[in-house]
């Protein structure tokens, strides 16, 4: 715990001098600061404009805008992780007090965290949907998904370079709630397998008053994306070894 | 001869890590969203997504390629061979230029359709990817960490977006004349419309001078914070 402190200091310290660190926090500050102040604005605007009611799509927008916070957590992460390994750093870590163990844990929950509290803040502050108690699962299923982004850029990378590269591939995550929203009934299954689409699954069933089945959508979501933390999980410890 | 075998280099190296598999993938993507998209926004999106996407593309990659060759050490032995930073950077721009032509083709053929101005399209491309490549490299010059040039070059970068407001018809027109990305909008527009031979001069030379621009400070950057250290070992800091 100490030891995990100590790094802890360092990460804030080093918020200060590196800026994407402070992006992670400013990052989803600036998403709910859209949503809450600027959303509806800019949504009369547009149909002034484009004849296009944006407030139609609120729920749509609210569940695009909460992927990109754990996006953003878990994207910055791994490239954290990449560069210490690029330049040997946990190697270091795992021959102090803290361990290669200890080392992954901190990693990993700063960032989960960190999106968890920010997604709360946006769900439950943003004030274009309605706050109901439903909102517990996309927040706890987004949240994990910081940690198994993290992971898979770790374990699939060989360096930074390859990161950067599958960062890209992480955009298909948007691809989550635009099936839920947009696409009729049997396409929607293609989206099963991205872990996205679970959590605008339950909130949309949660939203239509279907409680029952949004805590069963909400369970499966759960289960999936705990299997892909374990994958995740797996290969990384497989590369590391 | 030398440039070529850069090229080259540069090509393999982006081949083995992937670059092509995942723009294969992403463009694939691209094409899904545009399919789904109405026919009356269908164009307009194409342009978006081809200028901040395959055009950009180098605004990211470039700079994690050379991040990773300076932790490597790699740029301690390269330059002592006779390779001259002008092909250096020449190679890099080329070979990411290439990856941006054949992502922006492949999501306008399948998308849409071929090109109404097929050479203005692919001028545009090559010269938009070159101009955000170059700006890539002279940032990360700047730049210690992956997430530290991460944030940089999206600060560095929000200037070049500025004639996308023009897109929405937000502000004025002729504001955006001066920006080198606005040569960039009008090229890549020339797949959709038809343009005017002297708009199509005048895309080309506000494009050019930003890409000339871009690589002074690229070549300049890079010479006095990269090479300048060079012989200091690997930069771990």
């Known amino acids: 715990m100490m030891n995990a402190r100590a790094l802890l200091r360092n990460d804030i310290r080093q918020m200060l001098k590196d800026p994407m660190l402070l992006a992670s926090v400013i990052g989803p500050l600036a998403v709910f600061v859209f949503v809450r102040y600027l959303f509806r604005p800019l949504s009369v605007w547009v149909e002034e404009r484009y004849a296009f009611d944006m407030m139609s799509h609120a729920e749509f927008a609210a569940m695009l805008l909460l992927t990109v916070i754990p996006l953003l957590a878990g994207v910055m992460t791994g490239l954290l992780m990449l560069d210490e390994r690029d330049e040997n750093l946990i190697a270091y870590f795992a021959v102090t007090p803290l361990t290669r163990k200890g080392y992954y844990r901190y ?23 309605d706050v109901r108690v439903e909102m517990l699962y996309p927040l706890l299923l987004t949240s994990a998904e910081a940690p198994c982004i993290a992971l898979f ?17 992480c955009g298909l995550l948007f691809v989550g709630p635009v099936l839920v929203f947009f696409v009729p009934g049997p ?3 293609v989206g099963i397998i991205l872990p996205t689409y679970w959590p605008s699954e339950s909130y949309l069933q949660a939203a239509s008053g279907e409680s029952g089945l949004a805590a069963v959508t909400f369970g499966i979501g759960a289960a999936y994306h705990m299997l892909l933390l374990y994958i995740a999980d797996r290969a990384f410890a497989k590369r590391m070894d | 001869m030398r440039a070529m075998n850069a090229l080259i280099y540069d090509i393999r190296f982006q081949f083995r890590h992937g670059f092509y598999a995942v ?15 109405s026919p009356d926004y269908k164009e307009r999106t194409a342009l978006l997504l081809t200028f901040s996407d395959p055009g950009a593309i180098g605004l990211i990659l470039a700079g994690g390629i050379v991040l990773l060759e300076k932790d490597q050490g790699v740029h301690d032995s390269l330059f002592v061979t006779p390779l001259r930073l002008h092909e250096y950077l020449l190679a890099k ?20 359709g071929l090109p109404a101005a097929p050479v203005p399209f692919t001028l545009g491309v090559l010269l938009t990817s070159a101009l955000f490549t170059l700006l ?29 407001l023009g897109l929405f018809q937000i502000g004025p027109s002729s504001l955006y004349r001066i920006f080198p990305t606005q040569g960039s909008l009008v090229l890549l527009g020339a797949a959709h419309e038809q343009v005017m031979i002297e708009e199509y001069l005048y895309a080309l030379v506000v494009l050019s001078m930003g890409v000339a621009a871009a690589y002074g400070w690229a070549y300049r950057s890079f010479e006095r914070r990269v090479l300048a250290r060079i012989g200091k070992g690997a930069d771990l800091t």
């Open chain 1, 187 to 189: 396409w929607q299954a």
């Open chain 2, 136 to 164: 890539s490299i002279g940032i990360v010059a700047r730049a210690r960490s992956i997430n530290g040039f991460i944030w940089l070059s999206q600060l560095y970068s929000l200037p070049l977006a500025v004639p996308l």
């Open chain 1, 153 to 169: 850029l770790a374990a699939f990378a060989a360096n930074k370079v390859e990161g950067l590269a599958l960062s890209k591939l």
């Open chain 1, 107 to 129: 990693r990993l929950l700063l960032p989960s965290g960190l999106a968890c509290l920010m997604s709360a803040v946006y769900l439950l502050f943003g004030g274009i949907v």
């Open chain 2, 23 to 37: 723009y294969v993938l992403v463009s694939a993507l691209y094409v899904l969203l545009l399919y789904y998209v």
């Open chain 2, 93 to 112: 721009a080329l070979s990411i230029a290439a990856i941006s032509t054949v992502s922006a083709w492949g999501i306008q053929v399948c998308a849409i």
